[in-house]
């Protein structure tokens, strides 16, 4: 709430297009701003999620089980976005019961 982009009264739709847009191009995550979430997979629908939290500029994120539903590329692409946000000081606390994934992104 509060956070759409406006034009008087009006929503700019443009600039609330162009901000997400930098935002997944950022995460490197490569979804149309304009796609209907219910349109999404499970798994682009997670990574929207864990944009959506980044664009609060959350300090901690909490990721329950967040692999459960991804392809091996879409695990390491989530790595990539959680060591990306880790190097911009954003604490993450990571639940699973794959030790593998726990002992590979674990510090």
Known sequence: MGRIPKKGILIDEKKMYEDTKKLLDELAISIDPGALLKDLSVSKRQM???AKATSYKAQILFLDEPTSSLTNDEVEHLFKIMRKLCDNGVGIIYIS???????QISD
């Open 97 to 103: 019961h794959k030790m593998d994934e726990i002992k």
């Open 48 to 50: 929207i999620e864990i």
